[in-house]
T-cell receptor, first 112, second 116 residues
Framework: SQQGEEDPQALSIQEGENATMNCSYKTSINNLQWYRQNSGRGLVHLILIRSNEREKHSGRLRVTLDTSKKSSSLLITASRAADTASYFCATDKETSGSRLTFGEGTQLTVNP | DTAVSQTPKYLVTQMGNDKSIKCEQNLGHDTMYWYKQDSKKFLKIMFSYNNKELIINETVPNRFSPKSPDKAHLNLHINSLELGDSAVYFC???????????????FGNGTRLTVT
């Protein structure tokens, strides 16, 4: 299986609800990043968390990292219809350079 | 003021043809990448250039040849196109990885290649 596996593959919620997506990986990492991809567009970087960090916030986003379990979660609070997109986690195990390995993504649908 | 732009957005061609995709970034980044996204949205790195020097070359058929005339441009040329090459190809850039290995990637909007 791939480094960086998201769970669930698809998530459908109502506007205003919170959305939680999980990511698991297999090898040691330097950092883990979350990206969003709207339909027909490129990926947009959301947040980066380093291996020595446990939690980061950015607006309505909260990312946690548990290196002992090799897992991360992305929480989107008070979701909006505009949050509908695919969300990818990507791990980087390089200490020099960048070689991101992406998961297969979670398709989030926020219903108005 | 698009940061990473790639052309064309759509490319439909027949098997056996040769085609090119162009990418330009105006972010002043030193590193550029090509990623391939398949029909299941799985994204895989193909190449990476740092300041015109090839630094990552994954197991990609040698029909694919990247060219970087300067650090703001990274083009992808594909020879003898095959049905399996159909995918969305994304260009991306980041700051110098040797100095900033935690740099996030900035992606273009992709080129959807369809080989018939």
């Amino acid at each position: 299986s791939q480094q960086g596996e998201e769970d669930p593959q698809a998530l459908s919620i109502q506007e205003g609800e919170n959305a939680t997506m999980n990511c698991s990986y297999k090898t040691s990492i330097n950092n883990l990043q979350w990206y969003r991809q709207n339909s027909g567009r490129g990926l947009v970087h959301l947040i980066l968390i380093r291996s020595n960090e446990r939690e980061k916030h950015s607006g309505r986003l909260r990312v946690t990292l548990d290196t002992s379990k090799k897992s991360s979660s992305l929480l989107i609070t008070a979701s909006r219809a505009a949050d509908t997109a695919s969300y990818f986690c990507a791990t980087d195990k390089e200490t020099s350079g960048s070689r991101l390995t992406f998961g297969e993504g979670t398709q989030l649908t926020v219903n108005p | 003021d698009t940061a990473v732009s790639q052309t064309p957005k759509y490319l439909v061609t027949q098997m056996g043809n040769d085609k090119s995709i162009k990418c330009e970034q105006n972010l002043g980044h030193d590193t550029m990448y090509w990623y391939k996204q398949d029909s299941k949205k799985f994204l895989k790195i193909m190449f990476s250039y740092n300041n015109k020097e090839l630094i990552i070359n994954e197991t990609v058929p040698n029909r694919f040849s990247p060219k970087s005339p300067d650090k703001a441009h990274l083009n992808l040329h594909i020879n003898s196109l095959e049905l399996g090459d159909s995918a969305v190809y994304f260009c991306a850039s980041s700051q110098d990885p040797r100095g900033s290995y935690n740099s996030p990637l900035h992606f273009g909007n992709g080129t959807r290649l369809t080989v018939t």
